[in-house]
């Protein structure tokens, strides 16, 4: 046992100080210094307050391991001497072997830690899981608990990240990436971000946003809609006026709100018809005219077995058809998706004035609407054809088109 009652200066307020070498078992009054047991390993030394045991408080203080340890049962008296481990709370860094750096604070903080090391965890078992991670930070009640030998991740919020197992997450907010288990490289802001992320899910960024199952190298920004914690209008700064190089064209999905670029030049399509086909028109039929053969369709949106061009994109598109009738048509009109869009006198008394039509249109259209090309002659019988061939050919139907912006 330690001898006590050795008077020292007199403190604060008066009174003797009591300097302590140690030892379990001494019980003193009034102000007291304690040392460290030199040369052993974290003995505990209970401090009693009034000889009652239901306020005693365990004071761990090891002056060559620098570990300083406050609170019942916080600490390992077999820890090595790595030190400089600060845990002031009942339980913190009750494991601890051979750790070192690690701050605890708040109940059972880093309690699991054995090796872990540069870890902080402030709240009520926070970084509770860690055994030998490294350098998790974990801020608030149960953020990152489940963290056990994961590294470099970053929590702050209630139960942030409090089943996460990976590594290298962010996570800021309430339930924060509450979830997400083995996912890791993500970066999670605001209430329940990233709350659908349960696994695998790795590499995103999600602002005020769920995230959704499954997903890996995403960036959502909000939440669309006019509820709480929801948006329906956005401003970013520093776009307006400025212009730049090699620029691309920034396309939103209308149902999805995804954004991506359009390189226009990669939406550009011609087709020409092959062969020519007689009597479809003349008696005012409307013929579809399937250019069958595709000459350029570098967006993939022309279908040379329907005839029909489908948008990619919303935007306002450039179209150009040429349109050569075999026979003599008395008049004759080119229908855009059913509409009238340019007719001619094809006849003046009988004898034949021109039999091509040629017409262009720019019209604004949304991802998913379709152009086509119809052609019909009036005032006489069906023997009026459409003629067909190579490009070669002086007299060939032809179809094309392309995003202008």
């Avoid at 750790?99 to 509770?128: E, K, M, P, R, W």
């Amino acid at each position: 046992m330690s001898q006590a009652g050795q008077a020292g200066s007199t403190p604060p307020g008066g009174g003797p100080v009591n300097d302590i070498a140690g030892d379990t078992g001494t019980t003193v009054s009034g102000h007291v210094k304690i040392y460290g047991h030199t040369g052993s390993a974290n003995a505990g030394i209970t401090v009693g307050f009034n000889g009652s045991s239901t306020t005693e408080l365990d004071l761990v203080v090891t002056d060559e391991n620098d570990n300083t340890l406050i609170g019942k049962d916080a600490g390992n008296a077999t820890m090595s001497i790595d030190g400089f481990n600060v845990g002031v709370g009942s339980g913190v860094l009750h494991a601890l072997t051979n750790g070192q750096s690690n701050v605890a604070v708040g109940a059972f903080a880093c309690q699991s830690v054995t090796q872990g090391t540069d870890n902080i965890g402030i709240g009520i078992l926070a970084l509770g899981g860690v055994t030998s991670g490294l350098t998790n930070i974990g801020i608030g009640h149960y953020a990152g608990r489940s963290v056990v030998t994961g590294t470099g991740n970053i929590f702050a919020g209630y139960s942030t990240g409090s089943n996460v197992t990976g590594n290298y997450n962010t996570a800021v907010g309430h339930n924060a990436l509450l979830f997400a288990l083995g996912c890791s490289h993500n970066i999670a802001i605001g209430k329940l971000a990233g709350y659908s992320y349960a696994t695998t899910e790795s590499n995103n960024i999600l602002i005020g946003n769920i995230g959704t199952v499954g997903e890996s190298n995403v960036m959502r920004l909000g939440t669309q809609g006019s509820g709480a914690e929801q948006v329906n209008t956005t401003y970013v700064a520093g776009i307006v006026g400025n212009t730049v190089s090699n620029a691309q064209q920034v396309t939103i999905n209308s149902s999805t709100g995804q954004l991506g670029v359009s390189n226009i030049s990669s939406n550009v399509f011609a087709a020409h018809l092959s062969s020519s086909v007689s009597n479809v028109t003349g008696d005012g039929t409307a013929y579809t005219i399937i250019f069958d053969t595709v000459d350029v369709d570098q967006g993939s949106n022309y279908n040379n077995a329907t005839g029909v061009f489908t948008a990619p994109l919303t935007g306002s598109y450039q179209f150009n058809s040429t349109i050569c009738f075999t026979g003599t048509p008395v008049t004759a009109t080119s229908f855009w998706n059913g509409s009238a869009f340019a007719a001619y006198m094809a006849a003046e008394n009988g004898n034949p004035v021109v039999n091509v039509l040629s017409s262009c249109c720019i019209i604004k259209m949304t991802a998913g609407d379709t152009m086509s090309i119809q052609a019909a002659c009036y005032g006489g019988a069906l023997n009026i054809g459409v003629a067909g061939g190579t490009l070669t050919n002086s007299q060939v139907c032809l179809f094309s088109g392309y995003l202008i912006g």
